[in-house]
């Protein structure tokens, strides 16, 4: 985005409480000034902005050049501030700003493809450049909405230009390890009745056999990380608002991968009876009625566990003796649209996690990360025996957000743990664990008592992709299992069985 | 509804294959033997239907007049079928049946409110009666819209009259006990800081002491309830499909209180690119736009905890000597858009619960309900401590589907458990017992190999309601808590501090 040579053309109007024609000398006045000093404030040399041309009378018109340094519409409200002082000794006042044109030129070797923007009048492609148009008053200017436009526009050419630019770099990777089993689990588990399908997309109703391997895997992340490192459970919401998807910032791109969850427009019966009366006589849910009769969502399911468990600390102020934070969350299902034909528990649309949140200084949130490493590696090595490996990646919350890269700090960021499927070939991620740096904190205005930054890391632990990696390495015998899982299993119920 | 005395006329026209004149004599004779015969099978002397009137051309009409002993659009099955018959050796062929006119006669003393009901062309009130005009063609007699009309009619007719006659019977109460605390339980979480308000209706994020208070809950119900009764774990879906409630009942009356779940309409980035932009520029999420992008609701949020488990079992059939199956869910929330003001941890719209599901003969069930019913009194009496009562109410099925009263075998029913609520004097209902009946077996159609009756009770522990009960009545100060509960809790966790 820095080296973007962005160019500004603004015209616009400052209305006047009277006539300013006799303050034409003090405007002169002023905007020479300017011209030398406030708009070039903060720019290079030979950078900034310049009114090009100007004048008074029922308004004050300017027309203001600029480059990416001293942004117009940031020189239109240095003006108002020198223009106030000035008029304010004739008692002349300022009673707005109408911006009557506003070009923003942006450098680019393609055009993009058209785009619906709020506030943008018209969009060009002409001689390698983008001419953006904008519909901006007073309210946009002061709200920062020129800026967000130009980052949103700069980052579709980088976008265009790169593509998403996922960061993947291994870590570690485990040796070799003995596979027990090269078929497909989910086909192996559905044969054996341990799960069938659910009534919705990508959603298993687990039987006995499996629910107790996945409560083994609890009980295994609790001995071995939970208690060690110090974790007390906490319960998170799992309808979230839209208000914890702004502050968590999910809200720029979670739309097309989230289930959105609508409260009726009333509880009245009344307002349902005949909906009912359709149901009970025709026995077909009338879904074209219902559609009209629920409200816009107010929402949408778990996506990511940990945003809602921040509205407990939203907008406190933290003694720095209580860090690091240490809490978790296993209090229910996760959701996701996901894309793909049938891919049975290894990506599913309905799902658990075990959430791991710790909260600290920087210093403290990069050790914690490296214990939870640690404690990790000694589960996949020593009790369930993987074929795993490690990679820094691009942060699950910048991808979330419909970023690539890597975050700006070299520490903050998301490594996944994946596992090598036999019967595919592939490797599968089943968990990852984040430094995500000052992002919750400020999105969710969380301070420290010393004024210290303060930080935070995540980790999700995913049942049934731990399951699917273990199954698809190891198989469904418990006989052919590692004998710390083994040990801690002891017997699979047999509560079914069916002609 | 068996004392309601119905009337039905009906006009109906058997369209032929060719002009019937030639089979008048034979039609005369069907007719007049049906009156005598096959138009009074089942009704008692001097009931039944009768054709009053009737002629043959290119159709044969018929007029008919019943009671409800034999309805006039099952007469015209009846007809059709005798009329096939003699039809057919004169190569004559019945091509359909239209009705020109069906009024029922459905005698009450007050008519209702409007109502909008499919296939009634209109509905009068006159001396007496509802005059309820149908607008009926063939398939709809053939799936028997008609019955279910009338069975909702008399439905509203005696809900008008008798209210939803709601059952409440007091079972046992408890010997008042020692109250430890006056206040609103809710209120002093709050002052405490144990829970704070999540960021939709109803919802809480729950801290560390009550949630070490919630787990140890469930872990008297693992010791006294699950493991000596041998129940094994489950993991049952939390996202509930339209067909799951059509075959729980649900579908009848869920509407008011339900939250809906609706996926994206596709998950196409491209799709969702100008609502993405829209949010970045505004930072505002514009929901107009997106209830515009996501589908009909494809169901919603889990209500009662066991519906959606029965898909595992859906259209088999089970051997007799895995009886009594006895499984359990805890893996996530249930949610209910309830009604009233602000009512804390008492009645909230997302909450917890673990859920007991038990199958089996008749006799089983019932012997199991008691068996829980003991170890249920044994923690309320003997580890909690609790001021309660258990009542036998209206089943929690048929209050769930819109209906009051008992179900007709005297077994089937639900127990409610309340808990004396000293702050306000009122009894809360924190958990239920049900036996259902055959309800969930007919409903999913599984049966059983010996082919004797399949029967299924479930029992929804919920945790917040039990919370709010043991604080209402002991407090939150650990050392008022009767030794069973602080034995187990040991350290309630101190984690948080806010400045």
């Known amino acids: 985005m820095n080296e973007v040579k962005l160019r500004f053309h603004l015209i616009g109007r400052f209305k006047l409480s009277k006539n300013g024609a006799e303050a034409k000398d003090d405007v002169a006045g002023v905007i020479d000034d300017a011209n030398k000093n406030i708009l070039k404030k903060g720019a290079p040399e030979g950078g900034g902005a310049e009114v090009v041309s100007w004048n008074v009378d029922d308004t004050i018109m300017v027309e203001i050049k600029s480059d990416r340094y001293v942004r117009a519409h940031d020189a239109l409200l240095r003006l108002r501030k020198a223009l106030t002082r000035i008029l304010g000794k004739r008692r002349i006042g300022i009673r707005g700003i109408e911006v009557e044109k506003f070009i923003i030129t942006i450098p680019t070797e393609k055009p993009l493809r058209k785009l619906k923007i709020p506030f943008v009048k018209d969009m060009q492609y002409k001689n390698g450049n983008i001419l953006l148009e904008l519909d901006v008053a007073e309210p946009q200017i002061e709200s920062r909405v020129p800026d967000r436009i130009i980052t949103l526009i700069v980052d579709k050419i980088e976008s265009q230009k790169y593509g998403k630019k996922e960061h993947w770099e291994l870590l570690w990777e485990s040796k070799e390890k003995t596979l027990r089993f090269t078929g497909d689990p989910t086909q192996e588990l559905i044969k054996r009745r341990w799960i069938k399908h659910g009534s919705c997309r990508g959603q298993w109703i687990f039987g006995p056999q499996i629910t107790k391997v996945l409560r083994t895997f609890e009980q295994i992340v609790e001995e071995e990380i939970l208690r060690p490192l110090g974790y007390h459970e906490m319960v998170f919401p799992k309808v979230v608002a839209w208000d914890v998807w702004k502050r968590s910032g999910h809200a720029k791109a979670i739309y097309p991968e989230m289930y959105y969850v609508c409260p009726p427009k009333t509880r009245d019966e009344t307002y349902w009876e005949d909906i009912m009366d359709y149901y009970k006589v025709t026995l077909e849910v009338p879904l074209d009625m219902i559609k009209e009769r629920i409200d816009k969502p107010i929402g949408g399911l778990c996506y990511a566990q940990c945003p809602p468990a921040w509205g407990f600390l939203e907008g406190e102020t933290l003694p720095d003796d209580i860090l690091p934070i240490r809490v978790f969350d296993k209090s229910g299902t996760s959701h996701r649209y996901e894309s793909g034909g049938i891919r049975g528990i290894e990506r599913m649309d309905e799902f658990h996690r075990i959430e791991l949140l710790w909260i600290g200084t920087p210093e403290q949130i990069t050790e914690h990360s490296k214990k939870l490493q640690e404690r990790y ?44 499927m036999p019967y595919s070939k592939k490797w599968m991620e089943f968990q990852n664990l984040s430094n995500n740096g000052d992002k919750y904190p400020n999105g969710f205005n969380v301070k420290l008592q010393s004024g210290e930054e303060l930080w935070s890391g995540c980790s999700g632990i995913g049942l049934e992709r731990w399951a699917a990696a273990f199954f698809a390495q190891k198989g469904l015998d418990a006989g052919d299992w590692p004998s710390g899982l083994r040990r801690r299993v002891k017997t699979l119920p047999e509560v079914f069985r069916f002609l």
Do not use: S
């Not at 820094?392 to 996944?416: C, H, N, R, S, Y």
């Open 377 to 420: 590696k000694h589960i996949f090595e020593n009790i369930l025996d993987l074929q795993w490996r490690m990679a820094w990646v691009t942060p699950w919350f910048m991808a979330q957000e419909g970023l690539g890269g890597l975050a700006e700090k070299k520490e903050v960021g998301t490594i996944d743990y994946e596992a090598f």
